[in-house]
């Protein structure tokens, strides 16, 4: 035990910098060869690292994919705080937008990935869907707590999954890929009024009647 213990001592841990450049190999080589084809070898080699560092942070290849894509996903909503939901919205559908080129061909064939692998559907669920979805309603959350919703909506469960949808899936229906003034356009005249519909009713059954002269 004491041996053991004094090895992870020696061993230097590696910075997060470091990390994050393993990541990133993955994304390279999951962009280039996709996920049936993508191996730890290959990450090593693109990485420069051995093999045994990958296993020695992450279980195998579904937990290193997740977390590459965690680590690199186009917006960190916990970041993002202009001062009214429509600002924060607007910038994480320009962030989403500027991404929307790159990634679409990756989030299809990763959508198939997960449908297919258990591992992998379990991996992306824990480590990205999961962290990232409460992220992006967190944006709600702070519109709560500045005053300018009365309550979360309901419709603040579907934001995530619309956000996304709307941003890697319009070239499925024969479209061009998403731009900024697309996204800009649903979250103007799709998710606001959505996720304000419930602001009347509440205000005119908790807003006191005005006083008569």
Not at 13 to 33: F, K, W
Not at 88 to 116: R, Y
Not at 150 to 169: D, H, I, Y
């Amino acid at each position: 035990m004491n041996d053991a213990r004094d090895a992870a001592i020696r061993r230097p841990r590696m910075s997060p910098d470091r990390v994050m450049e393993l990541l990133t190999a993955t994304m390279d080589a999951l962009r280039e060869v996709g996920y049936a084809n993508l191996s730890m070898d290959l990450v090593a080699l693109r990485a420069r690292c051995s093999k045994a560092t990958l296993y020695r942070l992450w279980p195998g290849k579904p937990e290193l994919v997740g977390a590459a894509l965690y680590a690199t996903r186009p917006v960190k909503a916990e970041q993002i705080n202009t001062g009214t939901l429509r600002g924060d919205l607007q910038t994480i559908v320009g962030l989403l937008a500027a991404q929307a080129d790159k990634d679409t061909a990756l989030f299809a064939a990763m959508s198939h990935a997960v449908l297919t692998d258990d591992e992998l559907a379990l991996a992306v669920q824990t480590t990205i869907v999961e962290p990232w979805f409460a992220e992006l309603t967190g944006v709600v959350d702070r519109a709560v707590e500045r005053g300018e919703l009365p309550s979360r909506p309901a419709a603040a469960e579907f934001l995530p999954g619309l956000l996304l949808s709307v941003t890697f899936t319009r070239p499925l229906f024969g479209s061009d890929a998403t731009d900024a003034g697309y996204l800009a356009g649903c979250v103007d005249l799709v998710l606001l009024p959505a996720l304000q519909a419930a602001i009347p009713a509440h205000a005119a059954r908790d807003t006191p009647p005005t006083p008569k002269d």
